[in-house]
Structures are given as C-alpha cells and as structure tokens.
Nanobody, 126 residues
Framework: VQLVESGGGLVQAGRSLRLSCAAS????????IGWFRQAPGKEREGVSCIRMRDGRTNYADSVKGRFTISSDSAKNTVYLQMDSLKPEDTAVYYCESGATVRDGCIYDSESYYWSWGQGTQVTVSS
C-alpha cells in the first residue's frame, strides 16, 4: 500500500505546476483522496479533495479558482493542477487516501484519512 507524490519543483509566481499522486498496492476507487500541504513552521493544512467514485470535489478558499483536482481511475492516480501560483503556496504537498462522506469528501481534516505519501516540495519564488 503506497501513495507516491511527484511533480513538485521551483517555479516563479504566476506559473503552474501539476502534482500527481499515484496509488499502488490498493485501489482508491471507493476512497476520497485529499491534498494537504505543510509550510515550514506551520501546521499541515488541507488544500483539496476528490471523491473518486463520482469526482465530487472540495477546495480551500485560498486555492479556489487557481487549483484543480482531478483523477484517472484507470491509472489509480489523482492530479492537482496548480495555476497562478503564489509564494504563499510554498510547502511540501502530501496526498492522502481516506473516507468519503455523504456530501463528497472532507479536505480540511486529516482525521478522515489513513494513508499518505512522502510528499513533494513546491517552491514558488516572487
């Protein structure tokens, strides 16, 4: 059972990155996948989530309109397209698999998630 994030890097403000979260050893078809991030000296915060079976999504206000979460069930992979990046988006980004809820998924509480990857660093320069 493994989640592997990739796609991070160093970019200038205003540019884009696409993160990938690939699951292996288990299927995530019945799960929610969440993206969380943690900046130095700060607590981990929720960014977005997707309910895999129907694609229902949720976003933090800070990224709404700039980030898009999507999935490819055939590849057992979830993506986070990040556009119009800002320096405050700098963080280690983690994907996590976990429980769905009636209205879709919960993006802002790690208590709903039980597996996570090693993270990928995103650095946005001004």
């Amino acid at each position: 059972v493994q989640l592997v994030e990739s796609g991070g890097g160093l970019v200038q403000a205003g540019r884009s990155l696409r993160l990938s979260c690939a699951a292996s050893g288990f299927t995530v078809d019945d799960d929610a996948i969440g993206w969380f991030r943690q900046a130095p000296g700060k607590e981990r915060e929720g960014v977005s989530c997707i309910r895999m079976r129907d694609g229902r999504t949720n976003y933090a206000d800070s990224v709404k309109g700039r980030f898009t979460i999507s999935s490819d069930s055939a590849k057992n992979t979830v993506y986070l397209q990040m556009d119009s990046l800002k320096p405050e988006d700098t963080a280690v980004y983690y994907c996590e698999s976990g429980a769905t809820v009636r209205d879709g998924c919960i993006y802002d509480s790690e208590s709903y998630y039980w597996s996570w990857g090693q993270g990928t660093q995103v650095t946005v320069s001004s």
